[in-house]
């Protein structure tokens, strides 16, 4: 019969089987002259700081050993040497060969002592001792000094144990949480003293969400402030915008006048995109370079800078090589006498004439050039090509559709030339029956070489201005109201009777001018239609297949040009 223990004795039994069984090694049976435990070894370990008080700590076991590991973790202290004495963060059951992990609750400017181990039912191991200073900045929250609509100023409390390399504030738009390396903008620190600093951030945008954090470099490492979020405030106090006189599709070489209408604002500077710069309130720029260029206005104030952007494409300029320069001078106007016999009566009497200098167009508006400025070509004779006159235009068309079109893609003004001007670009300063020849087969198409449609222009001689298609191909507008006295009455300088109106039909029943002849004698026009050699008046409204018009512009200013 088994004799019962006493009851007392059952809870020592009882922990004693557990820890046998608990710390029962992976071994042979023990021998009595050796024993074949064989203890975990330590392959490397790292130390990294990350805040002002906590560091990562990193280790790697080259071999477990038979041993059951119980558990493992890191022990560290102000003196060398630490052990499970000391400081310790246990890690519990060990299940692959490395561990990771964070250490919290260090001291600002400590040097510690740091050993990972493992511990088995045979004791504790050890890897090699390493130390770290803790030099990583602390900093406090951000306090916020002075706002505007697009500035912070902002303070900052920092304990730095080591020489601060860098100091600032970056910061995101938005919520989050910025870094060094993931920012939408930094501010460098300034003023530092008696562990604060302050940071100025300017180009900010009014009424908008940020998240700033301060920060401090040293040798040790990058310290962060907790993320403050911050709306700047809204501001009519100070706006960034602009217009210009164009379109945003420009020919090359167009003139654009910015009109600043910002406010608030005391600085301005201008980027056109094409590399140059200006810094005038309202400047004028030319675009020369093709391509999309990017407009930005920048407006300052106190710190505070906005920016107003806009985007232009310099599209080729359908008038390259278009002008010739026309010298002014004094011409007699009207009935000549190398235009004798076949003057009509409102040619009379011929009369002198000043005209100051100008250039003018080489031909007639193309058809290429119409559909460049409008983008529609409403010609009769399209088959004929883009270099052939655009016709079946009216006055008012030009007028109200293709002068403004041309004047937003050029930055320039424009206009149809007086009776007057067009006379004196015609005769070329020769006193000849045709623009340019007493031949009327030199320099134009008319009804007995024409074939009865348009021709490409420039294919006849030109005039002694350089000027093709002056007498022939096709008719062509003039600016003035139509008068039959015109030439008694007009004045000797720069002459014009333009219409009070644009719509010239609703002027005292006048119409305006069209120049035409069949001999195409200077004084009368052309020879577009061969018809009678004289002076018409057609309605504004006419659409034609015989009228056509060219461009004219002032030498002295490339700000007025006018059409032919």
Known sequence: MAKRLPHFLYPAILIATLATTHCTLDKEPLLPTYTNEKAPIFLSENLTPITHDSLRAKARLSARGNLNILHYGWVWSENPVPTLQDSTLELGPLAIDSFETLIPGLILGKTYHLRPYVLTCSGETYGPEQ??????????????????????????????????????????????????????????????????????????????????????????????????????????????????????ELFQGAIVQFTNTSIGAIAYSWSFGDGETAAEDSPVHIFNNLGNMTVRLTAENGGCMLTKDTLLKIIPDPFQDYWVDIPGGTFMMGC?????????????????????????????????????????????????????????????????????ALNRKTGLTHRLPTEAEWEYAARGGQAIKYAGSDNSEDVGWYADNSGGETHPVRQKYVNGFGLYDMSGNIWEWCNDRYSDDYYAVNPSTTPSVLSEALTVCSVAGRGSIVRLSAGSRIATGTIRALTAPITVFVWPGTCNTLISFTLFKRSAKLANLFFK
Not at 347 to 368: C, D, N, R, W
């Open 131 to 248: 130390t770290i200073f803790m030099g990583i900045p602390k900093l406090n929250d951000i306090a916020l000094v002075a706002d505007s609509a697009c500035f912070l100023r902002v303070q900052c409390n920092l304990q730095n144990p080591l020489p601060l390399l860098e100091y600032g504030i970056v910061y995101l738009a938005g919520a989050g949480t910025p870094t060094l390396q993931k920012k939408d903008g930094q501010a460098s620190g300034s003023g530092l003293s008696n562990g604060s600093f302050q940071a100025d951030l300017t180009m900010l945008n009014p009424n908008t969400a940020y998240s700033l954090r301060a920060y401090a470099k040293t040798a040790s490492g990058t310290g962060y402030s907790r993320a403050m979020p911050v709306t700047t405030p809204t501001s009519s106090l100070l706006a960034a915008n602009f217009s210009i006189n164009t379109d945003a």
């Open 336 to 404: 000549t006498a190398e235009q004798e016999p076949d003057c009509q009566p409102d040619e009379y009497p011929a009369h002198q004439v000043t005209l100051s200098p100008f250039f003018m167009g080489k031909t007639e508006i193309t058809q290429g050039q119409w559909l460049a400025v409008t983008g529609n070509n409403p010609s009769y004779f399209y088959q004929c090509g883009l270099d052939c006159p655009v016709e079946t235009v009216s006055w008012e068309r030009i007028v109200n559709e293709f002068i403004p």
